[in-house]
């Protein structure tokens, strides 16, 4: 297909050609475009099926807010349902299909909803899979669950890459509009340290979809030159393909950064990366939304907002129609008819709800006053629009602008609401914003160009001074306020036919009058009933208008009916982006002891115990399980000797003219009197008398001890007597600082172990006589490597414990294992060995 | 006397890799001892370490350069850590040294030390480590105790794009395989 609708200009560079598929059929676009401004050069309007009803749908909106337009990208474990067209960055050779059909997307069996749709309303679950009750699980939910639900998962396993990272600034900008890059500009000439972060590809909000000037030159031109400036200072990162997606506590924003996603191959890099990022001041300019009008059957694919089809003609070089129309309550929309006029595009009809004026005189079009549209044509795409006044209106493309509804999502994050300002019929941020954020232009209610430059400007100087920079004294960009009258007009009354509100949802006017007439009043209980505002949008476009005809029909004002609570994230996040690397064995590290590798080689089985792996059993040759492993190594320890990494217990350094003291008042056994050289066991309770933890000390010299403790407690006893030191017992002077990696630490047990051992010591006699039951001894082994020896045992025999610095315990050598020549050993299964000493004397674990 | 002897390995087994002109490697010729400070003995233990390594005692979160390419970092109100050239007994030669002023626990063996130097360091660090590593927020000798990848760290920085980080020896696998996989995400 050719791009039949492409027209001139545009930012996007028609030096280079990319092809890509959307359900399989070849088409064109180039870099700039978007999967949906490039759908729509190809002439693509129907491009996905609705929720509930199944109706043909196409693009409605230019961003992130998109409804309708969502589609699945590229194929196999790859495929990623429900992206939005409108913010898909073309890449050579995408892959996208249509989603939510059975049969073709022409051709959708499950479009027959559409004539039960008197009997789908809202609450339609809740009443109609009541009874009987046993069909429930069996029947109703399987049903339920088949046709429900947008695009499919691959159901196999993810496999991009994703990442995470921490940012520092001084000022978060969010939003590279006009504001935010006059924000940035003058953060950034101050010398602060400066995030511009932006949802798009290119910086430069609705400067780039409008013809509006900036000192003298285009406002794209203005904000690439900008961009350029930005880019060349230090101190201000700029990143595009990021969207800011949350506000959290101490000025801390979450935003996920799209780093391959419009690329062909990601060539290993992770996908997406989610940034924490901590601010000192944070300055939302996040724009406006514009919302739509509710009219009857105002959901075809052709029916687009305003501002979008102008996003289309002047940034992407796009006429979404030949015979375009536009219906607006506001000034706004009128920009759309003069600027596809300007480029050549036939303006059939501007549709104004308002009895003034014309703004602007549009060759050949039929200038309506106080008009409203009252039904569309058009099965898989508009061909005319009927208005109150029974005229019909050919057009394939109709431009709806219901006036701008800003930004203020970032700003609700922390439980703030926001206030309503008549003038523009908006809610607009209210003063109880998240701590250190300040809002401007158009996400602030700003929605002129000069006034959103300027205010960006001052509370960028604003926020830099409060930091101490000197703000810049650079004059402010010029530009001109454009008109922006808006009128309160939110749906049409005339008409029997369904006018949508949420069309992701496919709610309707009646739905929300439904709700009302059936108690479900509170726009919390409207939202849950109807589903208004739900999925992938959130009710970006929907949610305004709904309230209004909640308010209408409670009689309330808007502002007392209120809006839903607004959460993150602002834009859909996926959830390999919070999992980040964090995956299979990368989910946590893990602590190997010294003998790791000599133990894997040697047929070990590990047992995770805490973030350790830890030896659990040795397995031989044509042994048939666990068990045979065990009662070798165990009858083998019994009759001999066996061998124990005991390195994962906990290791505490204990010093201090009062260590002593404080070790008798930490243990519930007394620890006063225990001379030097000697080891006791110990146990530690909590303040209910409950056991806390246990382990053995060793009083290495008068003001020197070294505690173990159990292996998943080491940490906590650790902060425990950390606590006790500094706050219970402050006057003692005792310190104590963790020693668990620095010794390899073995258990050498059984009725051979002293043989063992004299067989390593440098020089020590470790007779029963000189070196009794619960003595220990620093000391050299093998030849001058300093040693620890403790004469401690878990199974009550004839037993050690060895420790070497970490370094030097590495079994990976040969001359490990001569040690033992010549003496029958094994390692030594731990629970197995500590669950027959059960019987016969303390353990530890 | 036995018969064999033990020799001593580096966690990483000396690890040094480039990535694409930024550089990680395993410091194998450190030693780390830890001092602390007895109670109100703060003037006897500034002056034992003065005449020792002649330097005075850092303030938390700094380090001071000491004689004999030793390092002192503050870790907390009464407790420091002396990094310094590869010796038999460390915390042996600090305790002869210091006369009882402090009390010395060896801690060369708790710890792996690796260097991170080149343009990516910073970018690859900003991927894992949460502490903000501008030299205006943490200019060279200062340092700090922080997590990544649920490993507590000391991340000193030594100046330009060059980085000490120190993380507990057993999980040295795991530490080392952060830091690589986030020079191959950034590189």
Redesign the interface.
């Given at each position: 297909m050719s791009q039949s609708n492409r027209i001139d200009g545009g930012l996007i560079d028609r030096s280079q050609t990319l092809s890509f598929t959307f359900n399989g059929k070849a088409m064109q676009g180039h870099p700039g475009d978007t999967l949906a401004s490039a759908l729509l050069a190809n002439g693509q309007r129907l491009v996905g099926r609705s929720f509930k009803y199944h109706r043909p749908r196409g693009i409605f909106t230019a961003g992130s807010e998109e409804p309708n337009a969502l589609v699945q990208l590229r194929k196999g474990a790859h495929q990623e349902p429900n992206t939005r067209a409108t913010t898909v960055e073309l890449f050579r050779g995408l892959e996208a299909t249509s989603q939510n059909h059975r049969g073709s997307l022409n051709f959708d069996i499950m479009a027959a909803n559409d004539l039960l749709a008197p009997w789908l309303s809202a609450g339609f679950y809740y009443k109609t899979f009541m009874w009987p009750k046993a069909f429930w699980e069996k029947v109703y939910e399987p049903f339920i669950r088949a046709s429900a639900g947008l695009g499919a998962l691959s159901k196999v396993e993810d496999p991009d890459?994703y990442?995470?990272?921490?940012?520092?600034c001084d000022l978060l900008v969010i939003g590279a509009g006009p504001a935010g890059l006059s924000a940035a500009l003058a953060a950034g000439r101050s010398g602060a340290?400066v995030i511009l972060a932006d949802e798009d590809f290119t910086p430069g909000g609705r400067l780039n979809a409008e013809t509006l000037e900036v000192d003298g030159m285009a406002g794209s031109g203005w904000a690439a030159e900008a961009i350029t400036e930005l880019a060349s200072m230090d101190n201000v990162r700029i990143m595009p393909r990021a969207t800011v997606y949350g506000a959290y506590d101490h000025g801390i924003y979450g935003a996920l950064e799209r780093m391959t996603d419009h690329l062909a191959n990601a060539d290993?890099?992770?996908r997406q990366?989610l940034w924490?990022i901590?601010s000192k001041r944070a300055l939302l300019t996040a724009g406006a939304t514009e919302r739509p009008i509710a009219f009857p059957m105002n959901d075809r694919p052709g029916v687009m907002l305003a501002g979008a089809v102008r996003a289309y003609a002047n940034r992407f070089g796009v006429a979404p129609g030949k015979r375009v129309a536009v219906f607006t309550n506001n000034d706004d929309g009128w920009r759309t008819a003069t600027d596809l006029a300007a480029k050549g595009v036939e303006i059939t009809a501007v549709i104004d709800t308002r009895e003034t004026d014309a703004q602007a005189s549009i060759p050949r079009a039929s200038i309506v006053m106080g008009g409203r549209v009252v039904d569309t044509a058009g099965r898989k795409g508009l061909t005319s629009i009927t208005l109150a006044n029974g005229q019909t209106i050919p057009t394939d493309c109709l431009a709806v602008s219901g006036g701008w509804s800003p930004n203020v999502h970032l700003t609700c994050h922390q439980r703030g609401r926001p206030g309503w300002r008549e003038d523009i019929a908006a809610f607009v941020p209210s003063g109880d914003l998240p701590p250190g954020m300040s809002v401007a232009g158009a996400a602030n209610g700003t929605l002129t160009l000069s006034a959103a430059l300027n205010e960006g400007r001052a509370q960028a100087n604003e926020a830099v001074k409060d930091l101490g920079f000197a703000a810049s004294r650079k004059a402010p960009p010029k530009a001109e306020d454009e008109a922006r009258e808006t009128s309160a007009f939110w749906h049409v009354a005339e008409g029997k036919r369904r006018a949508w509100l949420d069309l992701q949802n496919d709610v309707t006017v009646k739905d929300v009058k439904q709700s009302h007439a059936e108690g479900f009043r509170s726009v919390e209980h409207l939202k849950r009933y109807t589903t208004l505002g739900m999925a992938t949008d959130q009710g970006k476009t929907a949610n305004i208008p709904a309230l209004a005809i909640m308010a209408e029909q409670t009689g309330k004002t808007i502002p007392e009916t209120g809006t839903t609570i607004f959460r993150p994230p602002y834009t859909p996040v996926p959830i390999g982006a919070l999992a980040g690397?964090s995956r299979g064995k990368?989910f946590?590290?893990?602590?190997?002891?010294p003998s790791h590798k000599w133990a894997e080689e040697n047929g070990a089985t590990f047992v995770e115990t805490g973030?350790?792996l830890r030896a659990q059993w040795f397995a031989r040759p044509g042994e048939q399980g666990w068990r045979d492993s065990v009662d070798r190594e165990v009858e083998m320890t019994r009759a001999s000797v066996g061998i124990c990494d005991v390195?994962t217990l906990g290791k505490i350094?204990i010093?201090?003219?009062?260590a002593a003291e404080f070790l008798n008042k930490i243990y519930a056994n007394g620890f006063a009197k225990l001379p030097v050289g000697k080891v006791r066991y110990g146990l530690m309770l909590r303040e209910d008398g409950i056991c806390y933890d246990d382990g053995t000390t060793a009083r290495l010299a008068e003001?020197h001890f070294v505690m173990t403790t159990t292996t998943a407690n080491a940490v906590l006893v650790f902060r425990r007597m950390e606590f006790a030191r500094q706050c219970l017992w402050p006057?003692?002077?005792v310190?104590m600082?963790?020693?668990?990696?620095?010794?390899a630490q073995y258990a050498v047990a059984g009725p051979n172990s002293r043989k063992l051992l004299a067989?390593?010591?440098?020089?020590f006699d470790i007779s029963n006589d000189v070196f009794p039951f619960m003595g220990c001894a620093e000391l050299t082994?093998?030849?001058?490597?300093?040693a620890r020896l403790f004469r401690i045992s878990f199974s009550g025999e004839l037993a050690y414990e060895i420790a070497?610095?970490?370094?030097?315990g590495?079994c990976?050598?040969p001359?490990?294992d001569?040690?033992g020549r010549g003496i029958r050993r094994d390692p030594l299964w731990h629970r197995s060995a500590w669950r027959d000493a059960d019987r016969k004397g303390p353990r530890g674990g | 006397m036995p018969e064999f002897t033990l020799t001593a390995k580096p966690f990483l087994g000396g690890y040094s890799r480039d990535f694409n002109g930024t550089t990680l490697t395993e410091a194998t010729d450190v030693s780390i001892t830890s001092i602390a400070q007895p109670l109100g003995g703060r003037e006897a233990l500034a002056k034992a370490v003065q005449s020792a390594w002649g330097c005075a005692l850092p303030t938390p979160g700094k380090t001071v350069e000491a004689d004999d390419g030793h390092r002192m970092f503050c870790t907390g109100p009464d407790s420091f850590l002396l990094t310094g050239p590869a010796l038999a007994d460390p915390a042996g030669d600090a305790a002869k040294a210091l006369k009882g002023a402090g009390y010395v626990t060896d801690q060369s063996e708790t710890w792996v030390t690796l260097r991170l130097s080149g343009p990516q360091a910073r970018p690859a660090l900003e991927r894992i480590c949460p502490v903000d590593l501008h030299p205006d927020a943490l200019p060279a000798g200062a340092f700090a105790r922080t997590v990544m990848e649920h490993l507590g760290a000391i991340v000193l920085a030594e100046g330009g794009d060059t980085f000490t980080l120190m993380s507990a020896s057993s999980s040295a696998n795991s530490f080392l395989h952060a830091i690589e996989v986030s020079l191959q995400n950034v590189g």
């Amino acid at each position: 297909m050719s791009q039949s609708n492409r027209i001139d200009g545009g930012l996007i560079d028609r030096s280079q050609t990319l092809s890509f598929t959307f359900n399989g059929k070849a088409m064109q676009g180039h870099p700039g475009d978007t999967l949906a401004s490039a759908l729509l050069a190809n002439g693509q309007r129907l491009v996905g099926r609705s929720f509930k009803y199944h109706r043909p749908r196409g693009i409605f909106t230019a961003g992130s807010e998109e409804p309708n337009a969502l589609v699945q990208l590229r194929k196999g474990a790859h495929q990623e349902p429900n992206t939005r067209a409108t913010t898909v960055e073309l890449f050579r050779g995408l892959e996208a299909t249509s989603q939510n059909h059975r049969g073709s997307l022409n051709f959708d069996i499950m479009a027959a909803n559409d004539l039960l749709a008197p009997w789908l309303s809202a609450g339609f679950y809740y009443k109609t899979f009541m009874w009987p009750k046993a069909f429930w699980e069996k029947v109703y939910e399987p049903f339920i669950r088949a046709s429900a639900g947008l695009g499919a998962l691959s159901k196999v396993e993810d496999p991009d890459t994703y990442d995470k990272g921490f940012l520092h600034c001084d000022l978060l900008v969010i939003g590279a509009g006009p504001a935010g890059l006059s924000a940035a500009l003058a953060a950034g000439r101050s010398g602060a340290r400066v995030i511009l972060a932006d949802e798009d590809f290119t910086p430069g909000g609705r400067l780039n979809a409008e013809t509006l000037e900036v000192d003298g030159m285009a406002g794209s031109g203005w904000a690439a030159e900008a961009i350029t400036e930005l880019a060349s200072m230090d101190n201000v990162r700029i990143m595009p393909r990021a969207t800011v997606y949350g506000a959290y506590d101490h000025g801390i924003y979450g935003a996920l950064e799209r780093m391959t996603d419009h690329l062909a191959n990601a060539d290993g890099k992770p996908r997406q990366v989610l940034w924490r990022i901590y601010s000192k001041r944070a300055l939302l300019t996040a724009g406006a939304t514009e919302r739509p009008i509710a009219f009857p059957m105002n959901d075809r694919p052709g029916v687009m907002l305003a501002g979008a089809v102008r996003a289309y003609a002047n940034r992407f070089g796009v006429a979404p129609g030949k015979r375009v129309a536009v219906f607006t309550n506001n000034d706004d929309g009128w920009r759309t008819a003069t600027d596809l006029a300007a480029k050549g595009v036939e303006i059939t009809a501007v549709i104004d709800t308002r009895e003034t004026d014309a703004q602007a005189s549009i060759p050949r079009a039929s200038i309506v006053m106080g008009g409203r549209v009252v039904d569309t044509a058009g099965r898989k795409g508009l061909t005319s629009i009927t208005l109150a006044n029974g005229q019909t209106i050919p057009t394939d493309c109709l431009a709806v602008s219901g006036g701008w509804s800003p930004n203020v999502h970032l700003t609700c994050h922390q439980r703030g609401r926001p206030g309503w300002r008549e003038d523009i019929a908006a809610f607009v941020p209210s003063g109880d914003l998240p701590p250190g954020m300040s809002v401007a232009g158009a996400a602030n209610g700003t929605l002129t160009l000069s006034a959103a430059l300027n205010e960006g400007r001052a509370q960028a100087n604003e926020a830099v001074k409060d930091l101490g920079f000197a703000a810049s004294r650079k004059a402010p960009p010029k530009a001109e306020d454009e008109a922006r009258e808006t009128s309160a007009f939110w749906h049409v009354a005339e008409g029997k036919r369904r006018a949508w509100l949420d069309l992701q949802n496919d709610v309707t006017v009646k739905d929300v009058k439904q709700s009302h007439a059936e108690g479900f009043r509170s726009v919390e209980h409207l939202k849950r009933y109807t589903t208004l505002g739900m999925a992938t949008d959130q009710g970006k476009t929907a949610n305004i208008p709904a309230l209004a005809i909640m308010a209408e029909q409670t009689g309330k004002t808007i502002p007392e009916t209120g809006t839903t609570i607004f959460r993150p994230p602002y834009t859909p996040v996926p959830i390999g982006a919070l999992a980040g690397r964090s995956r299979g064995k990368d989910f946590r590290p893990y602590r190997l002891t010294p003998s790791h590798k000599w133990a894997e080689e040697n047929g070990a089985t590990f047992v995770e115990t805490g973030n350790w792996l830890r030896a659990q059993w040795f397995a031989r040759p044509g042994e048939q399980g666990w068990r045979d492993s065990v009662d070798r190594e165990v009858e083998m320890t019994r009759a001999s000797v066996g061998i124990c990494d005991v390195t994962t217990l906990g290791k505490i350094d204990i010093q201090g003219r009062d260590a002593a003291e404080f070790l008798n008042k930490i243990y519930a056994n007394g620890f006063a009197k225990l001379p030097v050289g000697k080891v006791r066991y110990g146990l530690m309770l909590r303040e209910d008398g409950i056991c806390y933890d246990d382990g053995t000390t060793a009083r290495l010299a008068e003001n020197h001890f070294v505690m173990t403790t159990t292996t998943a407690n080491a940490v906590l006893v650790f902060r425990r007597m950390e606590f006790a030191r500094q706050c219970l017992w402050p006057n003692l002077d005792v310190h104590m600082i963790s020693v668990t990696d620095g010794w390899a630490q073995y258990a050498v047990a059984g009725p051979n172990s002293r043989k063992l051992l004299a067989k390593i010591v440098d020089d020590f006699d470790i007779s029963n006589d000189v070196f009794p039951f619960m003595g220990c001894a620093e000391l050299t082994v093998c030849g001058g490597t300093p040693a620890r020896l403790f004469r401690i045992s878990f199974s009550g025999e004839l037993a050690y414990e060895i420790a070497v610095p970490a370094r030097y315990g590495r079994c990976d050598d040969p001359g490990a294992d001569a040690g033992g020549r010549g003496i029958r050993r094994d390692p030594l299964w731990h629970r197995s060995a500590w669950r027959d000493a059960d019987r016969k004397g303390p353990r530890g674990g | 006397m036995p018969e064999f002897t033990l020799t001593a390995k580096p966690f990483l087994g000396g690890y040094s890799r480039d990535f694409n002109g930024t550089t990680l490697t395993e410091a194998t010729d450190v030693s780390i001892t830890s001092i602390a400070q007895p109670l109100g003995g703060r003037e006897a233990l500034a002056k034992a370490v003065q005449s020792a390594w002649g330097c005075a005692l850092p303030t938390p979160g700094k380090t001071v350069e000491a004689d004999d390419g030793h390092r002192m970092f503050c870790t907390g109100p009464d407790s420091f850590l002396l990094t310094g050239p590869a010796l038999a007994d460390p915390a042996g030669d600090a305790a002869k040294a210091l006369k009882g002023a402090g009390y010395v626990t060896d801690q060369s063996e708790t710890w792996v030390t690796l260097r991170l130097s080149g343009p990516q360091a910073r970018p690859a660090l900003e991927r894992i480590c949460p502490v903000d590593l501008h030299p205006d927020a943490l200019p060279a000798g200062a340092f700090a105790r922080t997590v990544m990848e649920h490993l507590g760290a000391i991340v000193l920085a030594e100046g330009g794009d060059t980085f000490t980080l120190m993380s507990a020896s057993s999980s040295a696998n795991s530490f080392l395989h952060a830091i690589e996989v986030s020079l191959q995400n950034v590189g």
